[in-house]
């Protein structure tokens, strides 16, 4: 038991301990419970991972180092990656909903957003759009009010394969009061595309072959050809995490 506490102290990983003492796995997790249960075991809880992991990532570290240095599994870190990312919105938005309530109702203000979001515009056409760019651009879109610079960041979010983001934000303006009829329609219609597409994305992720995806998500073949491009440049983009390689242009999907 003091021998797995060591090792488990050290981030060595179950099967390493199996082999090293010469027990089977059960055995080890077995242990681990035990010590656990004892509270004899000094290692970190979910949150403490969370934030060394975010540490280190913010340090530049890839994960192929952030295994090394912490006997965590490469699937692990890239779970907790995802978390941290998830958790890095909610303040985004919390920071965006703030802004808006100072800045609501004020009109030179407004105008400034106005011609923001024209510049913003321009910039897209010309694929010079961000993604640290989205956060002021939702900002600048809530306090104008207007469908275009509503579906402006919708489109946005579907180019940085930000799928839920999409689909939370449409359905908050799917019956706003200012909008017509006919633009309400568009922005049900824009909500059902993203989660067409994010349906596919998962799919996609999940190893299904091309015909099941297209039957059960409703992609076409051309949708469908972009989306997986979108996952093997995110993919790619996960392995590469703390490296400063530049974002590539991808194909875009219409609404």
């Known amino acids: 038991m003091q021998a797995i ?25 077995r242990y681990k419970k035990i010590l656990r249960e004892q509270n004899n075991l ?6 403490e991972k969370i934030q060394l992991v975010g540490k280190l990532r ?19 870190i890239i779970r907790y990656i995802k978390k941290i990312k998830e958790q890095e919105r909610e303040k985004l938005n919390e920071k965006v909903q703030k802004l808006y309530e100072n800045f609501y109702g004020q009109t030179d203000t407004v105008k400034k957003f106005e011609e923001y979001l ?3 515009k321009e910039r897209y056409e010309q694929k010079m759009i961000d993604e640290k760019d989205l ?66 994305i998962n799919m996609i992720k999940q190893k299904i072959n091309d015909e099941q995806i297209k039957e059960i998500s409703g992609v076409s073949k051309v949708e469908l050809a972009i989306l997986k491009k979108k996952v093997e440049k ?10 400063n390689g530049e974002n590539e242009n991808s194909e875009e999907l219409s609404l």
Not at 42 to 47: D, K, P
């Open 5 to 29: 506490k060591v090792l488990v102290e050290a981030n060595k990983k179950n099967k390493e301990i199996a082999e090293i003492r010469g027990i089977s796995i059960g055995t080890v997790v």
């Open 234 to 243: 995110q993919d790619n983009k996960d392995k590469k995490i703390g490296s």
């Open 135 to 200: 956060i002021a651009i939702k900002c600048a879109a809530i306090s104008t009010q207007r469908y275009e610079n509503i579906v402006f960041y919708i489109k946005l979010c579907i180019r940085f394969n930000q799928f839920e983001e999409a689909i939370k934000f449409a359905h908050d303006y799917i019956n706003y009061e200012t909008f017509s009829q006919e633009e309400k329609e568009k922005i049900k219609k824009s909500k059902e595309e993203c989660q067409k597409y994010f349906k596919a």
């Open 118 to 120: 024209t510049l913003c």
């Open 58 to 76: 913010n340090k530049g570290k890839k994960i192929n180092q952030i295994e090394k240095e912490t006997g965590m599994s490469r699937s692990t």
């Open 42 to 47: 000094n290692t970190l809880n979910y949150e």
